[in-house]
């Protein structure tokens, strides 16, 4: 126990470092920021899914001490919550004689719906927790939106009326959500991949590596 509790504290502290990076405000902080996920699916993959459940504890609590409950949040409903899922539900398998080794493996299809359900939720709850109704969901994307298109005015590029910029902010808040939860499963799903990956390997993946062609549609 001694070591998955150090194996998912570094693994926590990785990725909470992933996240906090984004602060920093670089260039190169946001694919970083993408790869958070990742440590805690190795720990899950390649040691136990308790490592990535301590991980994810780890990673929460200091991203919560270092910045705010909101960053907490969102980190275990978007990025480490989702992560612990994948790896978890990756190992699971049942007897079935007529499987590889007798078992068989929780499937790739499944694998890719849990990660569009996962990011589903994660994304309408990253919404309530930012607005609590649609009326104020477009309001806070219309905002941002006057104040992108007044940033883009003072340096010099082209201006936008006030309807079409209302018009252009309806369509990104209908469209954001959609998009957010796209960008949130395909993600999970290639850090999950590099994960396993990494744990094959590095020869402990508990299972065997499963064949990507049987991917169906749910």
Do not use: N
């Not at 902080?29 to 994810?56: E, K, N, Q, R, T």
């Amino acid at each position: 126990m001694g070591q998955l509790l150090l194996i998912g504290i570094a693994a926590g502290a990785a990725s909470a470092l992933l996240v906090a990076g984004v602060a920093a405000g670089t260039v190169l902080a946001v694919p970083l920021f993408y790869l958070a996920p990742l440590p805690i699916m190795v720990a899950g993959l390649a040691f136990s899914h308790w490592a990535a459940l301590i991980g994810l504890g780890a990673a929460a609590i200091a991203l919560g001490i270092a910045f705010s409950t909101t960053f907490l949040t969102a980190y275990l409903i978007g990025i480490g919550g989702p992560a612990w899922a994948l790896a978890y539900a990756a190992l699971l398998a049942r007897e079935d004689a007529a499987g590889r080794g007798g078992l068989v493996w929780f499937s790739v299809t499944g694998l890719v719906f849990l990660s569009g359900v996962l990011a589903t939720v994660g994304t309408v709850l990253g919404l309530l927790s930012v607005a609590g109704d649609h009326e104020t969901y477009q309001a806070a994307v219309a905002t941002a939106f006057e104040a992108f298109v007044q940033v883009q005015k003072d340096a010099g590029g082209p201006g936008m009326s006030a309807a079409d910029a209302a018009d252009m902010a309806g369509l990104v808040g209908t469209i954001l959500p959609a998009l957010a939860a796209v960008l949130s499963m395909v993600t999970q799903l290639i850090c999950l991949y590099l994960a396993g990956r990494a744990a094959m390997i590095s020869g402990r993946l508990a299972r065997p590596w499963p064949d990507l062609t049987s991917l169906r549609l749910p």
